[in-house]
């Protein structure tokens, strides 16, 4: 599977990817739990694709990263359509290890923080910043911390702004630490990105410069 991914042009790999994802976008927003907070949710979604679509072809990612974006968008559009704490999956997941609430918004942090790692890492390598291993882990890290730390805001805005109308895209389910917990996930995504992915993402990055 990996392989066959690999074997696609990056053009190509990009136009399949976007098709599919317009695809299921349509159906998420069909009839979502609720309207407003579908919107909200797969905003990330609609901004980022129209950009992966015009820098394909002078700036093109790995295909790592084409396929972390692919996944973090669905779990996006699933979260939109029936609302983090509705989605089946996290019932599923809350019966299987007993937990209180529905956990599906923390895998959407936990992407959160695994996917802008893996940009943020391909972007500093890319731009010849001469900075060490140990000092690139640590900037990666801020990174996706402020990246939290900005959405956390976001939704505080979105709470200030619709008050109890934005309960659903809060997705609290009344966990006073659930800011907290988001950017802990999102901290775990980071350092899971960088320990598991970070020699794949190596080899994919020299394959693009050498092209380049």
């Known amino acids: 599977m990996t392989a066959a991914i690999d074997a696609l042009p990056p ?30 949710e797969v905003a990330p ?12 072809r002078r700036y093109p990612l790995t295909t790592l990263l ?6 973090h968008a669905l779990v996006l559009m699933l979260g939109g359509a029936y609302t ?4 089946p999956l996290g019932f599923e997941l809350q019966n299987w290890l007993g937990l209180e609430r529905n956990p599906y918004d923390k895998i959407g942090h936990f992407m959160q923080g695994l996917v802008p790692a ?8 890319r731009g010849g910043y001469r900075i060490g291993r140990k000092m ?11 990246i939290s730390a900005g959405y956390e805001l976001i939704e505080w805005g979105a709470a200030v702004a619709l008050g109890q109308g ?4 809060l997705g609290t389910q009344g966990d006073p630490w659930d ?9 775990i995504g980071a350092i899971a990105s960088l320990l598991l992915l970070s020699r794949v993402h190596d080899r994919q990055l020299h394959d693009v410069l050498s092209s380049d």
């Open 11 to 40: 053009t190509r790999l990009v136009a399949t990817g976007i098709a599919i994802l317009l695809v299921l976008l349509i159906c998420s927003g069909w009839q979502p739990h609720d309207r407003a907070t579908w919107l909200m």
């Open 45 to 56: 979604v609609l901004i980022v694709l129209p950009i992966l679509y015009a820098t394909h």
């Open 66 to 71: 084409y396929v972390a974006i692919f996944v």
């Open 84 to 87: 983090y704490a509705r989605v």
């Open 118 to 125: 893996l940009a943020a890492r391909e972007v500093l390598l």
């Open 136 to 146: 690139l882990a640590f900037l990666v890290i801020c990174i996706v911390l402020a």
């Open 166 to 169: 934005a309960e659903d895209f």
């Open 179 to 187: 800011t907290q917990s988001d950017m802990l996930f999102a901290l």
